[in-house]
């Protein structure tokens, strides 16, 4: 008989300890009518989370009231700060690691794969790879920036699980709302908009998120509400313009490191 589920219980325990209680529960749920299979285990964990989850951020929006609260501006200020200067450092030394890889290529690689190897364009050979990895990689900084916020759950960080489509959970206007959480309201290029409604509409409360006002909207379904940029941040209590600003510095400082390398 697993042990009793609620957030009193979970809180108490580490990562591992929460995601075996977890998986042990998830094997009670019905999901007969749930018609793709895929979508099992993220149904399952989702009808679990829901359960505890008004009780969980409770708990965590009273400890936050109880110690340096993170709606203090100075303290986000900080919190963010170190995120960002952080991603920045280690997207540097890929970016290195990076250069040095293209480097050799150019210099030693006798059957060149493009034109850019072909004609010793080192930025040229880079850019691509460096822009896909940089946008691939602020997707996951941009969860970790919201879990400052003790009204979101990220369920990998949180429980050690991952709930296929959903990227962050959080609670706003009293409700649990599961949600994916992309960079522009054009990430989704149109072939992924139909398996994203999927992933999304078998929640309660699912919601998509744009964590920067930006761009064209390529996700639309009347079902499931879409919010982006400020938003958002509103909804759990972070300020959009301290995240905008740290993120640019963030970005000027890559930029710059680019370019320095670039001009080796």
Same mark, same amino acid.
């Given at each position: @008989?697993?042990?009793?589920?609620v957030a009193?219980?979970?809180l ?13 529960h998830a ?6 009518h749930?018609?793709?299979e ?10 679990i ?5 008004p009780?969980?951020f409770?708990y ?9 609260? #993170?709606?203090?501006l100075?303290?986000?200020s900080?919190?963010i ?9 280690n997207f540097?030394?890929?970016l290195k690691a ?6 050799? #290529?150019?210099?030693?690689h ?18 691509n790879?460096?822009?896909r990895s940089?946008?691939?990689?602020m997707?996951?900084l ?5 879990n ?17 489509g959903?990227d ?6 009293e ?18 908009v ?9 929640h309660?409360?699912?919601l998509? #998120? ?10 639309n ?5 879409? #919010? ?7 909804k759990?209590?972070m300020d959009y ?5 740290h993120v640019?510095n @963030? ?5 710059k ?6 001009a080796?």
């Amino acid at each position: @008989m697993p042990t009793e589920l609620v957030a009193e219980t979970l809180l108490t325990l580490s990562i591992q300890e929460r995601k075996v209680l977890i998986l042990n529960h998830a094997l009670l749920i019905d999901v007969t009518h749930i018609a793709d299979e895929d979508l099992h285990t993220a149904y399952k964990y989702g009808k679990i989370i829901s359960s505890i989850a008004p009780a969980y951020f409770q708990y965590q929006i009273a400890q936050d009231n109880q110690n340096l609260s #993170i709606i203090e501006l100075d303290i986000q200020s900080e919190l963010i700060s170190s995120k960002t200067d952080k991603f920045a450092d280690n997207f540097i030394e890929w970016l290195k690691a990076d250069f040095q890889k293209k480097s050799a #290529i150019l210099e030693h690689h006798p059957n060149p794969r493009n034109l850019f190897e072909l004609c010793g364009a080192k930025l040229l050979v880079t850019s691509n790879s460096v822009t896909r990895s940089l946008s691939t990689k602020m997707g996951v900084l941009w969860e970790e920036i919201a879990n400052i916020s003790p009204y979101v759950i990220i369920p990998e960080f949180e429980f050690g699980i991952k709930i296929t489509g959903i990227d962050i959970i959080l609670f706003s206007e009293e409700q649990v709302k599961f949600a994916q959480l992309k960079t522009l309201k054009g990430t989704l290029t149109g072939s992924q908009v139909p398996r994203a409604k999927h992933e999304l509409s078998i929640h309660q409360n699912p919601l998509f #998120i744009a964590a920067f006002n930006l761009g064209d909207w390529t996700f639309n379904d009347s079902k499931i509400p879409r #919010i982006a940029g400020k938003v958002f941040w509103e909804k759990i209590h972070m300020d959009y313009n301290l995240i905008e600003n740290h993120v640019r510095n @963030m970005l000027q400082k890559i930029d710059k490191a680019f370019t320095e390398l670039a001009a080796k």
